[in-house]
């Protein structure tokens, strides 16, 4: 089983839609997450961590699952700009941040 | 000015050539890394360093060597490029080790590099 594992999409919605993602991690020992986004041939970049209890940004909302070892993105009224690549990340304390493959979202007029 | 900036942004290059790349952050962290992601747009760290000093070698081919003179700068020497490199290297720091929130890792824009 890979360490983290998304959809890779592409999820294509229409504007003002709302879209969740789900990614899973195997190491049950993880204790830092986060999600990034990476727009077409440019770097990651941070969108938010994601906490226990839950955090919301704006129209982004970022859940954690520590029983079923998965966390969540959600994005409301999506907007032209949200499309990008949404990178789930994964790590352990001190150890290096582990990348899922991405899920690809587009958002259509 | 960039944060985290690397040289070359693009890079034709061919087969069994040596190249390197640089990366330099202005950002004042003590922890810089490599990371490469390849066409399925995996991307997977190779080299940690934190204070000048090794401290994450993933499993990656002894072709590719890091080397930080200072701890603003980690740079990538690749010999004899192979086909298989042809990725986008991507440099990028952050003030701890890890990935502990709080610890916001910045990436450079990459260097596309292809080989031939």
């Known amino acids: 089983r890979k360490e983290v594992e998304q959809d890779p999409g592409p999820f294509n919605v229409p504007e003002g839609a709302t879209v969740a993602f789900n990614c899973t991690y195997s190491?049950?020992?993880?204790?830092?997450f986060f999600w990034y986004r990476q727009d077409c041939r440019k770097e990651p970049k941070l969108l938010m961590s994601v906490y226990s209890s839950g955090n919301e940004d704006g129209r982004f909302t970022a859940q954690l699952n520590r029983a079923s070892q998965y966390i969540s993105l959600l994005i409301r009224d999506s907007k032209l700009s949200d499309s990008a690549t949404y990178l789930c990340v994964v790590t352990s304390g001190n150890t290096p941040l582990v990348f899922g493959k991405g899920t690809r979202l587009s958002v259509i007029a | 000015d960039t944060a985290v900036s690397q040289t070359p942004k693009y890079l034709v290059t061919q087969m069994g050539n040596d190249k390197s790349i640089k990366c330099e952050q202005n950002l004042g962290h003590d922890t810089m890394y490599w990371y490469k992601q390849d066409s399925k747009k995996f991307l997977k760290i190779m080299f940690s360093?934190?204070?000048?000093?090794?401290?994450i070698n993933e499993t990656v081919p002894n072709r590719f060597s890091p080397k930080s003179p200072d701890k603003a700068h980690l740079n990538l020497h690749i010999n004899s490029l192979e086909l298989g490199d042809s990725a986008v290297y991507f440099c990028?720091?952050?003030?701890?080790?890890?990935?502990?929130?709080?610890?916001?890792?910045?990436f450079g824009e990459g260097s596309w590099l292809t080989v031939v």
């Open positions: 990028a720091s952050s003030q701890g080790t890890g990935g502990i929130s709080g610890n916001t890792i910045y």
């Open positions: 190491n049950s020992a993880s204790q830092s």
């Open positions: 360093y934190n204070n000048k000093e090794l401290i």
